[in-house]
């Protein structure tokens, strides 16, 4: 992996925003199609290796694209991977477990519903990348769990410049309310990450929000 490494400047502990004390696993999630040689992909790697420096778990769905990259980053930050696993019999279109991507730990689970779930369940912050209609499910999910947990919820980071047009047409065209707004940062860069990670840590200790324990 040294050639997706050596595509952003080295990453140094030293160099890196100090770790949240309340917040330890990081969900990931993005496209099942992202190849090595994508600019997804190799962002991914560098945000998960960000993390993993940090000091925090990373968890993905254990599959291909933006699942292997995350594993992959957080490896080479020396960090730990959670992955949620679905092994389905009749949905020939799910890409399913990726060989390549190495996970510490497996939860399997029985139905696409219950992986989005689990997901949902042992992330405690959630960082969005590009992705098709699977990601946007679970981006979904996560939106809507933050609004009617707000107050006690789980952040969104959403990673790439191109979520601020997406936001922008959703806050034109849909009825949102105040809260729902407040509950996702976009960001670009893997700094960008762990500084909305901190962000989000200081809103929760000001009161503005209570982070949910990891389950």
Same mark, same amino acid.
């Given at each position: 992996m040294e050639p997706l490494i050596k595509v952003w400047k080295k990453i140094t502990k030293d160099s890196l925003p100090e770790k949240a004390e309340s917040i330890e696993q990081v969900?990931? #999630?993005?496209? @099942?199609? @992202?190849?090595?040689?994508?600019k997804l992909f190799k962002e991914t790697f560098a945000v998960a290796e960000a993390l993993a420096k940090s000091g925090y778990t990373v968890v993905d769905g254990g599959g291909p694209g933006v699942m292997r990259a995350a594993s992959l980053g957080a490896k080479a930050g020396g960090g730990k991977v959670i992955g949620v696993t679905l092994y389905?019999?009749?949905? *020939?279109?799910?890409? !399913?477990?990726?060989? %390549?991507n190495p996970?510490? *730990? %497996?939860? *399997?689970?029985e139905t696409y519903v219950e992986r989005t779930l689990t997901l949902m369940s042992e992330g405690q912050v959630y960082v969005i990348f590009n992705g098709a209609s699977g990601t946007m499910s679970e981006f979904a999910m996560a939106w809507g769990l933050a609004r009617?947990? #707000? !107050?006690?919820?789980?952040?969104?980071?959403?990673?790439g410049k191109f979520w601020k047009q997406v936001m922008k047409v959703l806050r034109k065209h849909l009825v949102l309310r105040p809260e729902e707004i407040k509950v996702y940062k976009i960001v670009d860069s893997p700094r960008g990450v762990l500084q909305a990670i *901190?962000? #989000? +840590? +200081?809103?929760?200790?000001? !009161?503005?929000?209570?982070?949910?324990q990891t389950s």
């Open positions: 969900a990931i #999630f993005g496209s @099942a199609e @992202a190849s090595p040689e994508s389905p019999e009749d949905c *020939k279109n799910f890409e !399913g477990r990726d060989s %390549e996970i510490d *730990k %497996e939860i *399997k689970t009617l947990h #707000f !107050g006690h919820h789980k952040p969104l980071i959403l990673y *901190k962000q #989000f +840590e +200081e809103e929760i200790k000001e !009161g503005r929000h209570q982070h949910l």
